[in-house]
């Protein structure tokens, strides 16, 4: 690969990577750790990508698998009496709507994040995520229904607007 | 409200900054592939190991540093235990300076015996009763943050780590009345791995038969103790 054909992808995707990464540990640190790391394997790829969207799907890929291993391996960097822990720190840019989706697990807001966000179908979805399409969908509506849940729960809303995230 | 739309400008707000990509951008393409020499590449996968496994007492076999080296250039995978509970799975990517791992988990440490006609677990110092589940559904089954266990009436353990993926990583091993923990199974194995990080596990493992302790030296090596 040249330095132009990685910088374009980098420049093009690399936001993508990065919510990727953010979705999956809700960490900038660790999201950048992962974003980096993606781009190394991307820089060391010698194997051309057929298209942009080729190559934006193998970054999508290779950030969850890359954020899946940070994340198999995060409780050993935190060790954190349990009584002092309260759950993950909602990061100060998160805005409302991405904080109640960080509520839920990660396989839900990863999935959420690719098909809401990116716009990619459920067998894209799946593909990035090692999964199976109905696996893909069954997340999908989990995720819809304990955000609603959540969201009940939390008072005040009324679930999530029908039509929208359905 | 919460919609579709607020997410997507929530989302567009999250961004690494133009400084921060274009800083990955120089670094990566600065990074001198032909700088990881063989001794350094040794070191690196050493260092990674004492981070991953921990750098206190960590029983594992002299053979597993002898293995970092010795197939080194190849993708391996090991666990190890301290003896209260699975250490770690770890697959280290041939040719490269990252050690990846493909699933990691911490287990209580956990007994089963048959008492009085009753089948007791002992999980993290708690006794459960669980008779009635065997009966029910032939096994016992519970869950903790990163795994599912499932214990079977004749006393095997069978351990499901989350590693992200639907299938998990599987092992199966004997829980015996006499207190036999998860450090009693400690087993090396190989895999591959490809250009996207996606692991294949070997099936056939190497079983480690003396448990060992490790500490690390300043430069990150794993050194078994009373070798310093």
Known sequence: MTNEEFEHLARNYGDAVFRVAYHALRSRPDAEDVTQTVLLKLYERTEPFESDEHGKAWLLRVAVNESRRLLSSSWRKRIIPLEDWDGPAREQEEGDVLSSIMALEPKYRISIYLYYYEGCSVREVAQAMKAGESTVQTWLQRGREKLRKLLIEEGGESGVRSGNLS | ?228
């Not at chain 2, 010795?70 to 799975?89: I, K, W």
């Not at chain 2, 459960?128 to 559904?137: Q, S």
Request: charged fraction near 25%; hydrophobic fraction near 35%.
């Open chain 2, 1 to 228: 409200m919460f919609d579709l739309e607020t997410y997507r400008d929530d989302c567009s707000r999250l961004t690494l900054g133009q400084d921060k990509l274009e800083e990955m951008i120089s670094v990566t393409e600065k990074t001198n592939k032909k700088r990881l020499t063989r001794p350094v590449r040794t070191v690196l996968l050493t260092a990674v190991l004492a981070a991953t496994l921990g750098t206190a007492a960590l029983a594992a076999n002299p053979e597993v540093a002898e293995k970092v080296q010795m197939f080194f250039g190849y993708t391996f995978a090991f666990t190890a235990t301290d003896g209260s509970g699975l250490e770690a799975g770890v697959v280290v990517k041939p040719g490269n300076d990252a050690a990846n791992i493909i699933a990691a988990g911490e287990l209580p440490p956990m007994a089963f015996e048959v008492r009085e006609g009753r089948s007791i677990l002992t999980l993290d110092g708690k006794e459960l009763d669980v008779t009635e589940a065997m009966e029910k559904d032939g096994y016992y089954q519970t869950e903790g943050d990163s795994y599912t266990l499932r214990v079977l009436p004749d006393g095997t353990a069978v351990v499901k780590l989350d590693n992200g993926t639907e299938d998990g990583i599987s092992w199966t091993f004997p829980l015996t009345a006499e207190g036999a923990q998860l450090g009693d199974s400690k087993e090396v194995w190989y895999g591959t791995m490809d250009d996207e990080g996606n692991i294949t596990p070997d099936e056939e493992g190497v079983q480690i038969e003396t448990p060992h302790t490790f500490t690390e030296d300043e430069d990150g090596n794993l050194i078994p103790v009373g070798e310093e």
